[in-house]
């Protein structure tokens, strides 16, 4: 079996499985009771926070534990505007789905939302930014590199734009975090999303960055866990895993890149030489090193799902977070492509544990069964493949 997924999910590294498992057979104290059961688990919970926060240069007080990225980006969204007297928001057309609906529904309650349009790179231009921001504007939400394409946009110089006309700039850098180096203190955001489970952590945790300073509601009322930001007994083992995951990613962060480049650089270099009619999408190199994203003309991209699924191949069409149910993406229509191109489309993400074997297996699949439903597509008189 070769998992080509990535961006949708990641395997638990050993050493984070390793790390977690004390804490389902002789950790199990609640983290707020005042026992050494209670005390042993806060302070594990504690521990794995400060390495969050060394990820991404934070302070260990700047980090909101969740349930994962789409509670960060509900978070920061629900937890701004709903103290912000100015109720427009300003976010781009290609977010993930955990910003775009919570603004769809912030739009149907009153608020004015603003998403801002991309290129056929899915590149954000910061002066379209610029020109948006109104007297109103309580929120900028955009991502720092995208789940499909993996377009990296200029956070860095939006986040000035912001700053100018003082308002709170969210980052979702779910796609980013651990592949990239990413220093919150340099960027100068207000608020930044990580997820677990993208960064070979277990699933079902995250984080929130808040900057010193900045104030959010919270979203989740109860028992006032999290400095009363999010109620709930805290999800004690997937925390510790989540702190390791990033102590890992931290200090393999030059290495791993380096391979990831590495693996994804073959597999373009590949498939853009030995399989006509075939495109990288996305910018050609403001591009998480994770990922790559091609259109295969004439080819429905979930029958090329399929027949690579029948190879024992794992891969996606675009974002598995929002279906089973395949709709056209957003991200590629805001990128201007036609229906034909999206149809064709199919996103490789490769992570750690591949090998080049597997990329070079791989290939050799996928130029078949590209030629296969090649010979059967309605499209084939117009290419002459
Ligand atoms: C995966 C992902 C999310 C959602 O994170 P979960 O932890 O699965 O809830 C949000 N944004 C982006 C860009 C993602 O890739």
Redesign the pocket.
């Known amino acids: 079996m070769i998992y080509l997924d990535n961006?949708?999910?990641t395997p638990v590294h050993e050493k984070v499985i390793e790390e977690m498992i004390p804490y389902f057979r002789e950790q199990y104290g609640n983290p707020s009771s005042i026992h050494r059961h209670g005390r042993l688990a806060n302070a594990a919970i504690q521990n794995s926070r400060k390495r969050i926060a060394s990820l991404i240069n934070a302070n260990s007080n700047e980090i909101l534990i969740t349930?994962?990225?789409?509670?960060?980006?509900n978070t920061a969204i629900y937890g701004i505007v709903s103290q912000s007297k100015g109720k427009h928001i300003i976010t781009s057309a290609i977010?993930?789905d955990?910003?775009l609906e919570p603004c769809k529904r912030l739009e149907k309650e009153g608020c004015r939302i603003s998403f801002l349009p991309v290129d056929k790179h899915g590149f954000v231009n910061p002066e379209d930014l610029r020109k948006e921001i109104s007297n109103d504007t309580c929120l900028i939400t955009i991502?720092y590199?995208?789940?499909e394409v993996g377009t990296i946009q200029s956070i860095k110089k939006m986040v000035q734009i912001a700053r100018e006309k003082n308002i709170i700039f969210h980052t979702?850098a779910?796609?980013a975090v651990g592949k990239i180096p990413i220093d919150v203190k340099d960027l100068g955001v207000d608020l930044l999303?990580i997820?677990?489970?993208?960064i070979n952590g277990p699933?079902?945790v995250?984080a929130l960055y808040i900057k010193n300073g900045v104030t959010i509601s919270p979203l989740i009322l109860g028992g006032g866990q999290e400095n009363g930001l999010r109620s709930g007994t805290e999800n004690v083992a997937s925390i510790i895993g989540f702190g390791m995951a990033c102590e890992l990613a931290k200090n393999n962060m030059n290495e791993n890149t380096d391979y990831l480049k590495k693996l994804t650089t073959k597999l373009t270099i590949r498939v853009l030489h030995e399989i006509p009619a075939t495109t990288l999408n996305g910018h050609p190199d403001m591009r998480t090193p994770n990922n790559t994203h091609f259109t295969f003309l004439g080819v429905n991209g979930e029958d090329l799902i399929i027949k690579l699924d029948e190879n024992k191949i794992s891969a996606s069409t675009g974002?598995a977070?929002s279906v089973k149910i395949q709709k056209a993406s957003h991200v590629l229509k805001a990128m201007g492509f036609s229906h034909e191109q999206v149809t064709g489309s199919l996103r490789l993400t490769v992570g750690i544990t591949n090998t080049e074997q597997e990329i070079d297996q791989t290939v050799d699949v996928l130029k078949n069964v590209v030629q296969e439903l090649r010979a059967v597509s309605p499209y084939k008189s117009k290419y002459n493949f």
């Open positions: 961006a949708a999910s349930s994962g990225g789409t509670e960060s980006n977010e993930h955990a910003i991502m590199a995208n789940n979702d779910i796609q999303s997820s677990s489970h993208k699933k079902g995250g974002s977070c």
